[in-house]
């Protein structure tokens, strides 16, 4: 990869000062609070000629390179985006060292629709800025955005995973996110009920696409019985071929509102506002959508009802497992098997929180912090230069 990448963009770091890298233009301001985010970088990617609009941001290096999905997404704005991209990196660093992989956060945001929008151009466009960040930042798949669009990206870059098996890659990591959103929810059954299972239980999926399918096949198969609703009806259809059993309902407000001992979100970020809160039945909620919570107290109205929150970062990390597996030659088993680790880490926050008296939330959130502060602070550790 020869020379910048064309087009503009800007980087900020943690002390504000705008510091745009060789080749780019000028830096933008954003109507959103990026110095105080915490993050220690952003960037701004734009190439007219193929119509990219893009958002990196880095939140943390502390514990390695900044491994994070790339979002494909018609926002209202670019405040929209850069907000986005701002939650969903600070979520992917605590994923990650919740995960006890050796990551930080980060995560890239391509303003559009995928539909419409995706070129070949634009993507090996992205993957130029990608690679002119050094391996800083590690990209992957997220909404809109697929194993042959990495591929793709990837023919500009060397720090694109989540590749198809044709190329060497780990393939669709919706297979182990589901698996290991799966298994926090038989870690939260244990905590609250004193059993590993979900049998005879009710559960109530939001959001049916590849996460939430993969769900439902676990769970059907586990003896539960599941409701769901989709705004895609074809995907609840496909679902229903497979189990006939399965009950759909017409929109997520009638979901909440139906009669369920465990809500599981699969869909797009924010599901827990309050008047969702306030309403639901289930006594455990456990998805796979990221950002659940609608807002910093959503934890605290959550266990004042006495719902039991599985953290959405923890149990949905199977996905960054499998691609982070990619990285050292891809072994599903492998990648399995370190995703049932997910059932123990879940227990441990359910247990650190009674014993805290917190919600788990704010647990997950501790033990995250804890090992990005005590492995992170290796790095200060000098090493003598090899070669």
């Known amino acids: 990869m020869d020379g910048a990448p064309h087009g503009v963009c800007g980087?900020?770091?943690p002390d504000g000062t705008p510091d745009p890298p060789v080749g780019c233009g000028v830096p933008r301001l954003w109507p959103v609070d990026v110095m105080g985010s915490g993050h220690e970088q952003v960037v701004f990617c734009s190439?007219?000629?193929?119509?990219?609009r893009a958002v990196i941001a880095v939140y943390s290096t502390a514990l390695g390179p900044a491994l994070g999905g790339t979002r494909f997404f018609p926002y209202a704005s670019e405040e929209a985006a850069v907000s986005d991209a701002l939650a969903l990196s600070k979520a992917m660093a605590y994923k990650n060292s919740l995960a006890g992989l050796d990551l930080g956060g980060g995560k890239g945001v391509i303003i559009g629709d995928p539909r419409t929008q995706k070129t070949e151009a634009l993507l090996r466009a992205y993957g130029r800025f990608v690679e002119a960040l050094g391996g800083r930042y590690l990209t992957a798949c997220d909404v809109g955005t697929s194993n042959a669009d990495l591929d793709v990206v990837a023919r500009e870059t060397r720090f694109?995973?989540?590749?198809?098996?044709?190329h060497g890659g780990c393939g669709d990591s919706s297979v182990l996110t589901a698996f290991g959103v799966f298994q926090g929810m038989r870690a939260a059954a244990q905590h609250r009920w004193g059993s590993p299972t979900l049998a005879g239980r009710t559960v109530a999926v939001a959001g049916v696409g590849k996460v939430g399918s993969w769900l439902v096949d676990s769970l059907v198969e586990d003896g539960a019985s599941v409701v769901v609703t989709d705004v895609d009806g074809a995907a609840v259809d496909r679902l229903q071929a497979r189990h006939p059993g399965v009950r759909a309902v017409g929109d997520t407000a009638e979901l909440v509102r139906t009669q369920h001992d465990v809500y599981a979100p699969c869909a797009l970020g924010g599901a827990l506002d309050d008047e969702t809160v306030a309403v639901l039945p289930a006594e455990i909620?456990?998805?796979?959508?990221n950002n659940q919570l609608a807002h910093d107290g959503t934890a605290a109205l959550l266990a004042d009802r006495g719902v039991l929150y599985a953290p959405d970062y923890l149990v949905n990390a199977g996905g960054v497992m499998q691609v982070e597996d990619e990285r050292h030659g891809f072994s599903f088993a492998r990648a399995e098997a370190k995703a049932t680790t997910i059932f123990d880490?879940?227990?441990?926050?359910?247990?650190?929180?009674?014993?805290?008296?917190?919600?788990?939330?704010?647990a997950a959130d501790r033990l995250a912090e804890e090992r990005m502060a005590a492995v992170g602070r290796l790095s200060s550790i000098r090493l003598p230069l090899r070669g």
Do not use: I, N, Q, Y
């Open 160 to 166: 694109a995973h989540g590749r198809s098996l044709a």
């Open 47 to 52: 190439d007219e000629e193929s119509g990219l």
């Open 11 to 13: 980087t900020w770091g």
């Open 345 to 362: 880490v879940a227990l441990r926050v359910f247990a650190a929180a009674d014993a805290d008296g917190v919600s788990p939330a704010v």
């Open 285 to 289: 909620v456990c998805g796979g959508a």
